[in-house]
């Protein structure tokens, strides 16, 4: 399969693109970015590669996939087979399929949406959504006070999977200072050779705790 067919449909300011395009750089695969913003998501052309309307979206030849941790897991398997990124040992495997769980999970309604309602004014509740995200950061920092990387020994898709919603959670109003191995550990992801930034946004105030954290 000629790997110039692969074309990413995306925003750069989407950390679930984001974390496809970092993991295409270090598997040193050629792509063409094509730019899925809001209008375009709504598009019949972009239903039928998606009809959820959600990015990313890798078109790799014939394939058609959504689903951003889909979309790593699958070019792991298919590029790079005997590469470290998804380990075979089973509670390494394990490992990492529960931080992909977390990224779909606390992630997601943590720094992301935090970071979304505040940002563009997305639906949601950004106070809940801070308590969500700090519960998460104090968990990870607690994780990787002992370690580099969160699943393993070694960088992995877990380590790509929430890097940038965490990274990015003082756009949404989340301070990073009190976590100081979250801290650590994205400045290993930020020094390695393939990392490429995702654009910053501005920093808002950070937002106060929810009422039943405070009681």
Request: proline letters at 9%; a neutral charge; hydrophobic letters at 45%.
């Amino acid at each position: 399969m000629n790997q110039s067919a692969i074309v990413l449909h995306g925003t750069e300011l989407s950390g679930h693109t984001h974390r496809v395009v970092l993991l295409l750089r270090a598997l040193g695969l050629p792509y063409r970015f094509e730019v899925a913003d809001g209008a375009r998501r709504a598009s019949a052309e972009f239903r039928a590669l998606n009809p959820l309307g959600q990015i990313p979206v890798l078109q790799d030849g014939g394939l058609i996939l959504a689903d951003s941790n889909a979309i790593l897991v699958y070019l792991v398997r298919r590029y790079a087979p005997d590469s470290s990124w998804l380990p075979e040992e089973p509670a390494a495997a394990a490992s990492v399929q529960r931080w992909l769980s977390i990224a779909a999970g606390e992630v997601r309604y943590g720094p992301s949406m935090a970071r979304i309602t505040l940002q563009w004014g997305g639906p949601g509740d950004p106070v809940a959504a801070a308590g969500i995200a700090r519960r998460l950061l104090a968990f990870m920092d607690q994780h990787l006070s002992g370690r580099t990387w969160l699943a393993a020994d070694h960088v992995t898709l877990a380590d790509l999977a929430c890097y940038s919603y965490v990274a990015h959670a003082p756009e949404g109003g989340i301070p990073l200072s009190p976590y100081p191995f979250v801290r650590k550990w994205i400045s290993m992801v930020e020094a390695q050779p393939w990392f490429q930034a995702m654009p910053a946004s501005p920093l808002p105030e950070p937002l106060l705790e929810p009422l039943a954290e405070r009681a």
